[in-house]
């Protein structure tokens, strides 16, 4: 079966923490990505990666394709990072127009 | 502004009730998704089109009736939901299935409760 796992579920931190949000996956992927969504409900994509590592501002993505493992990292967090962070991946699972299979979500909430 | 737009915002309907909701993109992408987000679940993929043809249909109700006219617009029809189908539905476009490991760009999202 096609899983995605996030963990954690839940993560308060105060402001200036270096964040770690961790993704696992069961099967081959085509490619990940780290989603942002804010309480209004919109989702913006934060990083699509296949392989490797991504950096954008404070904002790090890792993936380790053997492990099936993928990290976001957010340095010298800020209350403005509190959002539902998404991992979600593209499965390898062949022809097809398939979508997204997302993980739950990890709530993060950074406080002043 | 992720260049994909969804109305209404916030949608209350009753069960007997008939509505749409819209998704517009201007990005120039060929596929088309409509996920569900319902409380402490994940995000569902429910339908696909690609060149406004539906490719995958998610083993969704058929209260839920999705439309492409074009590749820029994509509806979805609701009718004689029940409270269960209350959630957040999000709609996304991407360059599209050919092109697979390309960018996702979401919508706000729609808040249907259902009465």
């Known amino acids: 079966k096609n899983e995605v796992e996030q963990s954690p579920q839940n993560l308060t931190a105060q402001e200036g923490e270096f964040i770690t949000i961790n993704c696992s996956y069961s099967v081959g992927i085509s490619a990940l990505h780290w989603l942002q969504q804010h309480p209004g409900g919109g989702i913006v994509s934060l990083f699509m990666l296949s392989s490797g590592k991504k950096k954008h501002g404070r904002l790090i993505a890792t993936i380790n394709i053997q492990e099936k493992h993928s990290s976001l990292h957010i340095t010298a967090s800020h209350p403005r990072d509190s959002a539902v962070y998404i991992c979600a991946v593209r499965f390898s699972s062949g022809g097809g127009a398939d979508g997204l299979t997302f993980g739950k979500g990890t709530h993060l909430i950074i406080q002043p | 502004e992720t260049g994909v737009t969804q109305t209404p915002r916030h949608l209350v309907m009753g069960m007997t009730n008939k509505k749409s909701l819209k998704c517009e993109q201007h990005l120039g992408h060929n596929a088309m998704y409509w996920y569900k987000q319902s409380a402490k679940k994940p995000l569902e993929l429910m339908f696909v089109y690609s060149l406004e043809e539906r490719v995958e249909n998610n083993s969704v109700p058929s209260r839920f009736s999705p439309e492409c006219p074009n590749s820029s617009h994509l509806f979805l029809h609701l009718h004689t939901l029940q409270p269960e189908d209350s959630a957040l539905y999000l709609c996304?476009?991407?360059?599209?299935?050919?092109?697979?490991?390309?960018?996702?760009?979401f919508g706000q999202g729609t808040r249907l409760t259902v009465v």
């Open positions: 996304a476009s991407s360059q599209g299935p050919a092109v697979r490991d390309t960018e996702a760009f």
